[in-house]
């Protein structure tokens, strides 16, 4: 008898029928389970739908809360389609004998691309060199631009030392530029043997004329970035996001921007996503914002399907996931360990 994964029904109506809706879940979950679309608009019709379930699989659209993962009667996995996973109570699942997975090696290299082009959009202020086009002032933009330094030699910051950081150095480094990072979950021997320099994070904050983000969000570095930060770095340095939003107090970088406190920002993510039409961020000529596009091409979706159902099959056959995030949850659940211990990164989440 088959297995019940259950999925979010679409919020926009789909003619297609699931199977073909699914095709990317199904290569590696028809053998072994079905996929049941539940409805999501409440708890209480989700946890209706799904209290039979033996895994969910889901990335955005519904917080898999404490009241749903308790209600569960019998879900051995829950499986996110994304590399963070702050729309699950991961302490629930926990608590609970449930598995958690994510996809932390699919989309590394777009997100990179995609911070170095906040980056280097930010550096040769394409925003403002645009107005000036667009405002009949064509002979302002090399001046402009003659104040400030070339990027070669530059030191790049980046907050945690995870896939899309490494991804992220590889490019800086082919720019010329210096890189330093913070993160005390990841050995000094690895950063240094990839030519980054550890350092504090206070360090990180003084030193960078660039910093980029890339931690997870989580209660250590939800507002990590806040107005005691933003005061210790450079006038001349710029922020860069590609992880979460939530890492970042808004408030306080807006006023830190508004008062010269730092130079400029790069975001893909913001606290409140779709953005408010009123918010600062959006009339100020040294931010650039894109609407969390950053690890989207036409392979970022399949891949991560596929992924994401990979790890549901693997549990629901009895084998340890290859990308749990709660690991301290092996000793309530009955999975077979078959592969080694990642032994190069810290928490996962």
Same mark, same amino acid.
């Given at each position: 008898m088959k297995?019940?994964?259950v999925v979010q029904l679409p919020r926009q109506a789909n003619p297609q029928e699931l199977r073909l809706r699914y095709a990317e879940e199904l290569e590696a979950l028809d053998s072994v389970a079905e996929i049941v679309e539940v409805d999501g608009g409440t708890e209480e019709s989700f946890i209706e739908g799904a209290r039979d379930a033996d895994a969910l699989l889901t990335s955005w659209g519904i917080n898999i809360t404490r009241k749903i993962i308790e209600s569960l009667d019998k879900c051995v996995v829950i499986g996110v389609g994304s590399v963070g996973v702050d729309m699950v109570d991961v302490d629930a699942a926990t608590e609970n004998g449930i598995v958690v997975?994510?996809? %932390?090696d699919i989309f590394i290299e777009e997100v990179a691309d995609h911070a170095m082009a906040l980056l280097l959009g930010s550096y040769r202020q394409l925003k403002i060199q645009d107005n000036f086009i667009q405002g009949g002032k064509w002979y302002r933009g090399r001046p402009s631009l003659s104040e400030f330094p070339r990027l070669i030699g530059q030191t790049l910051g980046v907050l945690a030392y995870g896939n899309v950081a490494k991804a992220t150095v590889r490019r800086a480094k082919a720019f010329g530029m210096n890189v330093i990072a913070y993160d005390p979950y990841i050995s000094e021997i690895k950063m240094t043997? $990839?030519?980054v320099e550890p350092v504090s994070f206070h360090e990180l904050l003084v030193r960078s $004329?660039? !910093?980029s983000l890339h931690c997870l969000l989580n209660?250590?570095? #939800?507002?990590?970035?806040?107005? $005691?930060a933003f005061k210790q770095m450079k006038e001349t340095a710029y922020l860069i996001n590609t992880c979460r939003g939530?890492?970042? $107090?808004? &408030?306080? !970088?807006? &006023?830190?921007?508004?008062?010269n406190e730092i130079a400029g920002a790069g975001l893909d993510v913001l606290e409140q996503e779709p953005i408010d039409m009123d918010n600062p961020l959006l009339s100020m000529d040294n931010v650039i914002l894109t609407p969390h596009v950053a690890s989207a091409t036409? #392979?970022?979706r399949p891949a991560t399907r596929r992924r994401a159902a990979r790890e549901i099959a693997l549990a629901l056959r009895g084998k340890w996931p290859m990308s749990p995030v709660n690991p301290t949850v092996m000793p309530k659940v009955d999975l077979e #360990?078959?592969? %080694?211990y990642p032994m190069d990164r810290g928490p996962n989440r």
């Open positions: 297995k019940k994964v997975t994510n996809t %932390p043997s $990839d030519g $004329d660039y !910093l209660a250590e570095t #939800r507002h990590i970035m806040n107005a $005691d939530g890492v970042v $107090d808004e &408030k306080a !970088l807006i &006023k830190a921007l508004q008062n036409s #392979r970022m #360990r078959w592969q %080694p």
